[in-house]
Structures are given as structure tokens and as C-alpha cells.
């Protein structure tokens, strides 16, 4: 789902007030509803279902009448088996998909509260419908679902799962992370109640380009929802794994690095620590663009003046020398703590990665406790071949970032001066929206879909991002 489609799907005045109205009051239904189809485009209205066979098609005998030449004369069909269930049939040439996934010419699924019916995939053509079944709204509504459709899970964790969501007056689109404030308490190393809320009070202090914006959050006795800035690109991970081990050219590392680097400023300008930086944690505005997005600040701290950060967090292949030293040997730290410079060394570690396709440090089975000393004794090396294209100046930065001793650390505003930095290509944006490097033909076009024509594949790629360990070869020796 591209910006430009919640642009298109932004109402106009005539009908915002009738969308909202529909979306938000269902008095005035026939009491025999038994379900509602949602339209991501305010032209087709919500629809409620009173009828046990519901036709999708361009046929004008249609329940769901589309005209539209991609949409076949009998599209789908969804009927209601009462206390069997409900279930959509795919009759069509093109496809019929149930959250991003094509069900199959003949083949038939059951449907659940929430789940995306596509007829049409292509932008701006796309129709999209959330399905609700009105069995499950006997239960009072929490102050999430008053405001928001919730619909298709994009990704699952250890304690929090992201789901599609649509504001039911603007019908814009957003990312919903819930997360179950229990599960969070038992698996957290934190032993402040105050914890859960620090991702939702460093967000709210936040407004950058290249952070995750936080439009909305609802927090119950047991679920704190935050609604998010969707984004459609998938994770940098996944843009690395797709490079095949080669690394990103140059430039185009160059290009991502210096939006970490101005995100992590803005952050620690205001006291901000992130203590999680890895690629999994950032995510690309879209799938054919370098714009990216840090989130997931369930690990950061604000710190007030002169504060440290004493507690064993983040993720080992980019955890600093400093956090593994301060809390070996014992369950109480030591005296001395670690600072923002954490967030260098994993800058390190990512532009590193970004550079190469390889992880500087990995952990092997044979030896768990390498990882740790290799760390420790900063003790890596650059590998021919993947470093041989490599410039001296791209591997001063990353020598630099990677400092045992966090006083000799690069800073961030040291990096920003360096040399590499300085030669930095220039882009310029173009009048759509679009970037492209100059001198170049070649244009970073807005993506609207992932490799299979699906424009909501990077969305769920990105939420699902999990603590994965990097399936590249490591470089540490």
C-alpha cells in the first residue's frame, strides 16, 4: 500500500461525513446482518450482508457489482454457512486474495473478522474490502476498535503482534502494534513498571523523516496498541538478504548510512538511546526506494543529564563491548555504564553489513562464547573478496565506528565530517516524489509492490522482522 493510495483514499468533504457515519454507527442496518464489507475506497461505501450468498463481478446481476475489465463477470463468491462458518470462492481469471495471498481459480477458504478481500491488486486500481463478522462485535468494543478497522496480521513477536488497520473517519491506513503488556513484563529484562510505556513517550517526542511516526495509541489493563506509520518496503534485512551477500554498491550504502546517522542525532539530541539499532529495527519507506525508517523503541531509554544505561539489552551481534563488559561477572553491574555510544557501535556493525553482506562478529555452535570475545577484543577483519571494491575511506569510517573503547569512538558529528561523508552523492527529488542520483538515468521509483504485484508483501515483511541472526558468513577472526 503506497502513500499515494491513502492519498486516494482520503474522502472527499461531500462523502467523509456519510464514510463516517456508515463506519462508526450500524443502528440503521436490517437486523438480519450478519456481516459488513469495509471499502478501502470511499466510492463503494460499506456494504452490510444480509443475503447467504454474496457475488463479486462484473456482471450486473452482482451482488457486489464492479465494472472494471479485469474483474471477471463472475468474480467470487462468499457465502454464509451459518454455524459453519463463512467462506469466499474464487471464480475469477486474475484472482481472488485473502490478505495478500491468491486463493486459487475453483479453490474455496474459510473467512475470519478482519481478513482483506482484494478483487483488484494493481494501483490505483486496487479493491481492497475488510470483512466483519458481526457475531464478534457482541462483545463491547475496546477504544482501538471504535476508531480503527483492525484487520490482517502482518507480523508476529515474542509479545506484540502488528495488524493492518484503517481510521474509520479518514479511511487512511496504518500499522497497529499490540502489545500484551503480560507477556512484555515476563520477558523483559527491565524491572521498571514504567518500561512499556518508554517506546510510546520516545515516539511521541519524535518527528523525522527517517523515524516511524506514531499516530495514535489506546492503552487497556492488558494491551497497549500503537498506531503507526505504515510503511510498505519491508525491513533492511530483507534488502540485504536480497543482495545476495555482494553488499549494496557504494553509494548506496553511503546514502542509507547517512539517514541512520541523522536519525540516531536527532535521537540522542534529545537524550534518546536506542539500544537496538540492527537491521531487522529499520524499515524502507517503500520496495523500490533507500528512504528508511527506524523503529521499535521497546529497548530505548531517555536519559536525563548525566545518566547511564546499566541494564543487558539488544541483540548479541551488535551489542557494544562496553554493555557485555559492564554485566559480566556477576548479576550487578559494575560501576562504570554505557552511553549513547552504543548506538556508533551498532551503526558500525550495520554500515558494515550494508558494505559487504557479511556480519563483522557471528556466533558459532561449536563455540557460543566466540561471539562475546570477538566483541570484546573488537577483533574483525575486511575479506577479500567482498571488501575489495571496497573504498579506504568507506573502511576508516567503519574502523572508526567499531572502537573498543567507547571514548575513542567515532562520534556522530565526527562521521558526518569524515571525508567518505563528504562526497556524498547527491540526490534530488524529483517532482513526484521520486529520487534519483544525479548524473544517472537511473530513478528510485516509488514501489507499490513486492515481487509478486503485491503491494502490501513489504508491510508484512517488515512487521514479521524478528531477533534473526544475520545468514551471512561472519568476519571475525
Known sequence: MSSQMLDDNNPTQDNHDQESHISSHHDDEPSDTWGRL????????????????????????????????????????LINKGSA??????????????????????????????????????????????????DREKKPLNELEKRYHVGETLGT???????????????????VKVIDKKKYMQLSSSKRDTSLMDEVRALQECNHP??????????????????????????????????????????????????????MKYLHQRNIVHRDLKPENILMARKDSLDLRVTDFGLSRVLGEGSFCKTLCGTPQYLAPEVLTENE??????????????????????????LSGLAPFSPTHDDPGRLNRCIKAGRYSFPSPHWDRVS????????S?????????????????????????????????EWERNGSATK?????????????????????????????????V
Not at 452490510?48 to 464492479?66: M, N, Q, V, Y
Not at 513477536?157 to 500499522?175: I, M, P, Q
Not at 579506504?392 to 574502523?399: C, I
Request: net charge positive; glycine share 8%.
Open 401 to 433: 565506528l567499531l572502537q573498543v573503547d567507547p571514548t575513542k569512538r567515532m562520534t556522530i558529528e565526527q562521521a558526518e565530517r569524515h571525508s567518505w561523508m563528504m562526497k556524498q552523492t547527491k540526490r534530488k527529488a524529483t517532482d513526484n516524489g
Open 329 to 354: 561477572g556477576g548479576s550487578q553491574p559494575k560501576t562504570r555504564s554505557y552511553d549513547k555510544a552504543v548506538d556508533l557501535w551498532s551503526a558500525g556493525i550495520i554500515l558494515y553489513i550494508l
Open 85 to 134: 462458518g463463512v467462506f469466499l470462492t474464487d471464480h475469477s481469471t486474475n484472482g481472488t486474495f485473502v490478505n495478500n495471498v491468491n486463493i486459487g481459480k475453483g479453490k474455496s477458504r474459510q473467512m475470519h473478522h478482519g481478513d482483506e478481500i482484494t478483487i483488484i491488486k494493481i494501483q490505483p486500481e486496487r479493491i481492497t474490502y475488510t470483512l466483519q463478522l458481526v
Open 38 to 77: 469495509i471499502s478501502l475506497r470511499p466510492h463503494y461505501s460499506v456494504r452490510p450482508l444480509t443475503e447467504d450468498r454474496i457475488e463479486f463481478g462484473r456482471k450486473a446481476s452482482c451482488t457486489i457489482h464492479l465494472k472494471h475489465a479485469a474483474v471477471s463477470g463472475l468474480h467470487c463468491t
Open 392 to 399: 579506504s575511506h568507506a573502511k576508516d569510517v567503519v574502523r
Open 210 to 263: 527517517n523515524i516511524i511516526k506514531l499516530h495514535d495509541y489506546v492503552n487497556t489493563d492488558r494491551y497497549l496498541y500503537l498506531v503507526l506509520e505504515l510503511v510498505t518496503g519491508g525491513d533492511l534485512f530483507d534488502r540485504i538478504v536480497a543482495q545476495d551477500g555482494k553488499g549494496f554498491p557504494e553509494e548506496d550504502a553511503k546514502y542509507m548510512f547517512s539517514q541512520l546517522l541523522d536519525a
Open 157 to 175: 513477536g515474542a509479545f506484540a503482534v502488528v495488524r493492518h488497520c484503517v481510521d474509520t473517519h479518514t479511511l487512511k491506513e496504518y500499522a
Open 444 to 476: 528510485r521509483r516509488t514501489g507499490v509492490a513486492n515481487a509478486n504485484g503485491n503491494g502490501n508483501g513489504g508491510a508484512q515483511q517488515a512487521a514479521a522482522a524478528a531477533a534473526q541472526v544475520m545468514p551471512v558468513g561472519a568476519a571475525s
